[in-house]
Each structure stands twice: as structure tokens, then as C-alpha cells.
């Protein structure tokens, strides 16, 4: 769905982008248009709508407001954030190279090796805090340069326009997946990236009751052939979905806000606990990546992840079991703050030399650090660390 640009600063548009009040009754809120089908005036003449796996209003409102944050043209929305990730990476062809970075979220890594490896396609994961190593990794097969940034579960930051600019110059589509950061800290197409995707399930909807996923961008070529892989594989969102998505852009500024300033206290507690070895934080200004941060990011975000003293794995696993706010879950970007066990939840699925080559450690240990007051969330994690030996 394309989109106009408008001069409105971030709230604003969260609220008001791409959004019109309903022709037919005049609601406010875009409503629900729980239908599969439409009704035509005559055969084969598509004016409107016709069938929801191609178009439905709920989602094109949707659509037209993830557009909106992201400072793009068009957005076409999807099931999950696997679901766009998938449909973007069916822009390639066989024998097609994709550079990744090797601190990939555990899903995307597998969906790469397990799925698009077997059709022909070839990848390689490098460090990419340091945009020196994606040039050494080009090839003249290289199409497409997937970016991560902030990486999950490292936390380490790519300089996305240093990243996008080496992509140009072989002709390569460069990708950002911006769901730790969202639309309202960074945007990607504006720093030249070709698109950017989102597991839209975490910050955009904000409240952990839905799975969806988008990819944006404002190359009208890219618009026209990911428009083509949505109706034909059919991966799209039910109109729910969507209302509950767009219910979450309305307050996600409002959200990010107090994310960033939990994320940041909390950081600053873990630091300085004797238990804890490495705290991961890009507001640090000992980050690596810290004036990158700086430079494309409107704050540093609502993650935190650190690994412990101990190097015993069950020490780390237990340690999960102990809090009693932060809630032992997979998934992040909710209100409410989550704590997991990369290792043997969300990366898995990756062989254990992989992720211990990218640097994530058998004890490391991922925050996603809710709008709950900062005090109690301190309190929780003391208590819990205080436990363990």
C-alpha cells in the first residue's frame, strides 16, 4: 500500500498516518471488516476490494500507517515477522548471495539454512559492527545485505548507511530488520536502506496478543514484486490482527519512551552487580557501537542482555526461574518485561559452535525490559541474582 509522506513529528503521525475516518459510519477507529470476500459490480472489474488475501481494508489502513513511521511509500503486511522475512527473501533466485550478520535472531538464521539454503540460495553471517567485513564478504553473486541492528541478542549496532551505501555499489538490495528498534528510534530507509521489516508482534503491537510482521519500502519495483509475493503465497494477517496492530502504533512513542528509560536504569544496576560479568547496552559509552548508536538512534532501546561471572549454564538457566516480575518467556517488545535463556530458547536453533564464534555465551542472558516502574523491576532482578551462587 503507498503512502504519501507528511511533514507531522512521530506521535502525530503514529495516531493520525494513513488513517481516514470510516466513509460509511464515520467511526474514529478503523474498524474491523471481518469478511473474506466483496462484492463486485460486475465481473472482473476491480475497483475496490475483492477477496482479503489480496486486500482488505483493516490491513490497508494498517499498512498505510506502518508506511507512515517508517518514512516510506508502501508496506505490505504479513502473518508474522517470519512471514515478511520469507517474502522478502523470495526477491532472490537460486545461486543469489546473501550477506548476513552473525548475530541474527535465531528464527532468521534458520529460516536462511534450513528453507533458502536447499532452493540454491548461499549465505554468509559476519560480524557487521565493523562495515569493513561486508565489503571482504562480497561476491559477485551478492544481491542482497541483511542487516540486524540492533542485533538480538548481542545488542551490537551496524552502521546502516555505511552499510546501504557498500550494498549500492555492487547492486545489492540492502534489508533492515528493525524490530528492536522501531520506527520511532531509527529509520532505516531514510539512511538508504532499500527496506526495512518488522516482527511487528513485539513493539508495534506493543501488548503481546498478536503475531504479524510488515516490510517497507519506497523503491516502487521492490513494492510492486513483495505486493506479487504476498497475494501469491498468501501469508497476510487477518483484519484483527491488524486492528490490534494499529491499536499498538497509537502509543508506541508513548511506549518507547519508558522503555529506554527502564532499559537504561536497569543496565546501569546490572553493571555494577558483582555477579555479572558483561552487560550489553548500546547506551553505554563503552559500547563498541556507542557513537553509531548515537548517531542513527533516537534513544538506545528497550533490551538489555549480559552474561554472568559463572560460566555454568544451569547457573544462568536457574536465574531465569527466580524472578518473580520479569516473566521467563520468549518473545520481547511487550509492556510487560520478559527475561530468557538465548542459548536454549530463542537461538537454539543455531549449532552451539556457531553461537559461540558470534559471542553468545552459554550463560548470557536476554531483558526485555517492559513499562513497569523501574524500582520494582531493580528490586526483582536483585532478589533473583542474590540467589545464585
Known amino acids: ?8 513529528g512521530f506521535g502525530t503521525t503514529a495516531i ?58 508502501f508496506c505490505a503486511a504479513f ?43 548461499k549465505f554468509d553471517f559476519i560480524d557487521m559492527s565493523d562495515s569493513k567485513n561486508v565489503k571482504k564478504a562480497l ?10 541492528t540492533p542485533t538480538n541478542p548481542l545488542l551490537r549496532i551496524v552502521d546502516i548507511q555505511k552499510v546501504a551505501t557498500i550494498a549500492k555499489k555492487v547492486k545489492a538490495f540492502s534489508v533492515v530488520d528493525n524490530t528492536f528498534a522501531t520506527p520511532f528510534l531509527q529509520k532505516p530507509l531514510s539512511l538508504g536502506a532499500d527496506i526495512v521489516v518488522h516482527s511487528a508482534t513485539k513493539y508495534i503491537g506493543g501488548h503481546s ?46 511506549r518507547m519512551e519508558r522503555h529506554c528509560e527502564n532499559a537504561r536504569k536497569i543496565a546501569e544496576f546490572l553493571a555494577n ?49 527466580l524472578t518473580r516480575i520479569f516473566t521467563l518467556a520468549e518473545s520481547l517488545g511487550g509492556v510487560e518485561s520478559l527475561i530468557e535463556h538465548p542459548a536454549s530458547m530463542t537461538h537454539a536453533s543455531l549449532p552451539r559452535e556457531v553461537r559461540i564464534k558470534s559471542g553468545l555465551e552459554d550463560t548470557l542472558i536476554r531483558l526485555s525490559v517492559g513499562v513497569e516502574d523501574s524500582d520494582d523491576l531493580i528490586d526483582d532482578l536483585k532478589q533473583a541474582l542474590d540467589k545464585i551462587r
Open 209 to 254: 496478543d498478536v503475531i504479524l510482521g510488515a516490510a517497507i519500502t519506497n523503491d516502487d519495483i521492490i513494492a510492486e514484486k513483495i505486493s506479487f509475493i504476498q497475494k501469491s503465497s498468501g501469508a497476510v494477517p487477518g483484519p484483527f490482527d491488524c486492528f490490534l496492530a494499529l491499536r499498538g502504533t497509537k502509543t508506541l512513542h508513548l
Open 79 to 121: 502473518s508474522s515477522g517470519m512471514g515478511a522475512i520469507d517474502a522478502v527473501v523470495k526477491l532472490l533466485k537460486s545461486g543469489d548471495h546473501v550477506v548476513a550478520g552473525n548475530d541474527l535472531y535465531g528464527g532468521t538464521y534458520r529460516i536462511f539454512v534450513k528453507v533458502f539454503e536447499q532452493f540454491g540460495l
Open 1 to 8: 500500500m503507498k503512502l504519501r509522506k507528511n511533514s507531522w
Open 16 to 73: 493520525h498516518g494513513g488513517q481516514e475516518a470510516d466513509t460509511a459510519t464515520g467511526a474514529i477507529m478503523t474498524p474491523i471488516y471481518q469478511t473474506s470476500t466483496f462484492v463486485q459490480s460486475e465481473p472482473a472489474v476491480h475497483k475496490g476490494y475483492d477477496y482479503s488475501r489480496a486486500g482488505n481494508p483493516t490491513r490497508t489502513a494498517l499498512e498505510k500507517n506502518l508506511a507512515a513511521l517508517e518514512d516510506g511509500k
Open 273 to 321: 552487580h558483582p555477579k555479572v560479568k558483561k552487560v550489553n547496552f548500546p547506551g553505554f559509552k563503552a559500547h563498541p557501537n556507542h557513537e553509531i548508536a548515537k548517531r542513527q538512534m533516537r534513544d538506545f532501546g528497550g533490551m538489555v542482555s549480559f552474561t554472568l561471572k559463572s560460566d555454568n549454564i544451569n547457573t544462568a538457566k536457574k536465574l531465569t526461574t
Open 139 to 148: 561476491k559477485p553473486n551478492t544481491k542482497m545485505v541483511w542487516i540486524e
